[in-house]
């Protein structure tokens, strides 16, 4: 017998003079039925109150975060951040701890910000494309502060031809090989990014631009070799 004829059978026996004959037949099973009903659906109403609940009360607090970055209380900003690390519901755990590193790096302490990049990276339990997300932003703080090996242990794996960040990548190992004086190596970086089609157009006309100083100033491979 299906659910909905044994429930069908229950109400029309309930309905009759068989209530005690349905009784005796369905007794057990019906109560075992009923409470499942009734504990199943409040199981699923409350999980889904619950999950929307703290879903909507972990995105209230991350955009309150951002509201204070933008009203430049980055300090308030942390301490909210910190705490929707710890509380927050689904992504907003690991979004707040990528904002937070952000916060630090505007606040100056850039040695602060790539740790927290690099904590965020080496951290198997978060997405690959987030990790990947997190290395890109230690790398640019890097090509700063850093050497190119620093930029390039953190990059150079996202630079190859299928990784969807691969222009990013090239971008600051292109920037890093600038800064260390390496001005073929960077020229190579730059017009990947130039000839490649599919980089957005910001990327590919800093590369442009990037192309023509490296040329005027003979950092090509062309001008290399001359």
Known sequence: MTDDGFFREVNEELRSDKVKAIWTRYGSLLIGAVIAIVVGTGVFAFYEYWT????????????????????????????????????????????????????????????????????????????????????????????????YDDVASRVEALSSDSNPMRHSAREALGLAAWKAGRGADASKLFQQISDDETAPANVRQFADTMLDMLKSTGATPAAAAG
């Open 52 to 147: 929307e609940k703290r879903a909507s009360q972990s995105g209230d607090q991350f955009l309150a975060a951002l509201n204070l970055v933008r009203d430049g209380k980055n300090d308030e900003a942390l301490k909210t951040l910190e705490q929707l690390e710890k509380d927050g519901y689904g992504a907003y755990p690991v979004l707040a701890r990528m904002r937070a590193a952000g916060v630090i790096a505007q606040k100056g302490d850039l040695a602060g910000a790539v740790a927290a990049f690099d904590k965020v990276s080496a951290d198997t339990s978060i997405p690959q494309a987030i990790r990947d997300l997190a290395k890109l932003r230690a790398a640019f703080i890097l090509v700063d502060t850093g050497s």
